[in-house]
């Protein structure tokens, strides 16, 4: 190592170039990191036995889809009930795929599907670290449940033990109950009846259940928690159901009874129209029957008298326009009649919305397109109330919109009743002239035709609303839903846990969760952790490293000590003989910014240091306001004369205070003795110069162990009698600002050539250095020695100035 190279700026600091920190930063990161990888490791370790105690515990889940289309009547082929009545122009209605899916989805439905297959009890079985459960696989089953409190015990949970083919014993609330297998067993809570599946079988024995009853509700809200719908594609209307449950055979059974469920609603929901047609023209027809019965009558009652004369001959062709005159007659009758039985029933409940005869033959599209759509807002809204609750505010704005859609209709029926009317009122003058012209017949002749009119367009009206029900009945025998299952249940597989997942995730976790913390610690961190903090804050020179010693001893060197502390002081004592040229270091000042540190550690174990060599040297106690060496030591160092004492006395010769230290042959020590009140004053005076010049001429080295720089100006007192300063900097205590006192006073000279000592280096700390590891321990060999010494001192060697 070139001892010129060990210099540093005495005027400013010079900033170091971006060149020379990035790879300072690069390598600092890298083995500021590198010093944990056990940790990392470790870490990853246990990630990996995470993610194994994870796949062994979870329970896993499987998918099954299904495949549902719902079909456009309008498109699909099916026999429907516009088709039905094709005849009176009516509108279809095509299904609305969202709503079909929030019915798909609805809990009403959903419990439906539970009750069918019997879900609200499941079964488990404990396997290793896992519940396995079993569903259509457990050898017993809860039959009857009759709890106590309804309320409370709606929901309970029991531990069931087969004791052999007949016996069992049920753990519930931490009470053993013991039963017989077909019979009830009374117990404090209720009554239970536990059956086997197999009787006669032993099936599991020796083996415990876990035996879990929910509420219907409880059941269908997990099932539709874990089923997803979505649409195959934007312009298709196949939906696919998906569900993932514990089970692969219970999710296939839930989404086959879910389409078969969904598939009798919609027959239901169709069948209701038809019905109520049915139950319409069923009223009509018998007040048609008795005027019918009431008209034969009369014409009986005419016949009978036998004042009917057969009509004359000579009139056929007035007859014949008579009776198409009176058929037009007939049908505006008819729609008279129809549109006012529509009123009549719209009128009959006002407080209540219920399904309007749609298909009853009217010729108005207006009023039949706004009946449709009646029923199908009808319809949403009993679909609406079956998924949200009768007390939704959504469903008061629908009952507002069937409001004003049956006023609408009323006003419809009003204005077509009038055009009716006025067609009627038309047809009669057209009737009247040609009866004038036949105003010659007799009158009871006139009288029958009038009879046989009024019996005709009975008869008609009444064989128009017979076929009508016909073809209502046939519609509700035939009809089918607007559904269809594309493809069945099927299984996709495990979906969860994924075990390339959960490895990833817990390696990855345990790699980087500890980099992370470590990172955000070492961030945070404003401590000096090695010498790249040194270097990066200051161009004062670094003399030496010193390991960290666990050992509470204060003398870590020793005469014939080869331990690493040992070591590494003697490299500081190679290190100060190279410290200028022609200059002798006879006298060094040890500082540091803040107490504890290690300076009176630094001092003393220099100072047996530098005395082994044959030197003679003087430990100076001279921090007055915290002396830590005598109380160190202990002994007599506690009692007698001190530097104090010296300082403020004129006759006391300064060799009155030196006393021996026993620890190594050339090594005295002054202790501080008592602390004075003034030790700013007594530093300044003209006795600690006359101590100094006089014990220069006996002694090779002075060693002053003086007050903390960035606390008092003590230190910075003696600066003018010393000749070298060592700044003592603490590993992880020492704060990255104070590293700004040892740049201000080298740039200020405010202390004679100031170096840094970094203390307290842990053996097991890597990389402290942006280029080197350090792996110091105890040796023996020379040629480890050698490699040791020459590791050191390139780490040692500064940046130039």
Known sequence: MNPQNLSYPVSGRKALSETDEKPIRFRSVFWNFAQFWPIIGLSCLMGGVASFVFLKRSQPLYSATT????????????????????????????????????????????????????????????EGLRDIDLYRGCPIQLSAWSPTDSLRDAQAQW??????????????????????????LVTDRGVLLFSRNKPGSAAGVGQSFRVTLRSTDAAATAIKGQMDIKYIGKRSTVLALTLQDPVMQRAKDILDELARVYDQSQLTDRKRIYVNTISFIDDRLGILTSELSDIESSVERLKSRGKILDPIAEMPLLREETQAYEKQLTENEIQLDIIRNIRTYLSREVERFDFIPSNLG???LTLTGMLEHFNTLLLDKEKAASMLGSSNPQLKAMDRQLANLRSGILQNITGLEKDLQVTRSRLDGIKQRLQSRISGLPEQERLLIDVQRQQTIKQNLYLYLLQKKEESELSRTVAVSNNKVVEPAMSMGQVYPVARNVWALGLGAGFLLPIFIIGMLQALNTKVRGVDDIRRHTRVPLLGLINHSSNNHPVAVRGNSRSVISEMFRLIRANLQFIGVGTPANAILITSSVSGEGKSFVSLNLGITLALTGKKVLLIELDLRNPRIAR??????????GIT????????????????S???????????????????????????????????????HIIIDSAPVGLVSDALLLGRLVDTTLYIVRKDITSLAHLEIIEETAALGKLPRPFVVLNAVRRTFLGYSQSHLYGYGYYQKDKSTTSWLKKSERALEPVPA
Not at 645 to 660: A, F
């Open 67 to 126: 495949k549902i289309l719902i079909r456009d009547e309008t498109s699909s082929g099916q026999i429907t009930e516009a088709s039905v009545f094709e005849d009176l122009g009516l509108i279809s209605r095509s299904g609305n795929i969202e709503n079909e899916m929030e019915v798909l989805q609805s809990v009403n439905l959903m419990k439906s599907v539970v009750s069918n297959l019997k879900l609200q009890t499941v079964y488990h079985r404990q």
């Open 662 to 700: 026993g620890l190594e042959q050339g090594l005295d020590i002054v202790c501080c003795g008592p602390i004075p009140p003034n030790p700013s004053e007594l530093l300044m005076g003209q006795r600690i110069v006359m101590l100094f010049n006089e014990a220069k001429k006996v002694y090779d």
């Open 159 to 184: 531990q069931v033990e087969p004791l052999d083919a007949v016996r069992y014993a049920v753990d519930w609330e931490g009470k053993r109950y013991e039963g017989r297998f077909g019979q009830l």
């Open 632 to 641: 160190t030591l202990g002994g007599s160092f506690k009692e007698g004369l």
């Open 362 to 364: 009217i010729n108005n």
């Open 645 to 660: 004492q010296y300082l403020r006395s004129d006759d006391m010769h300064w060799s009155s205070v030196v006393r021996p």
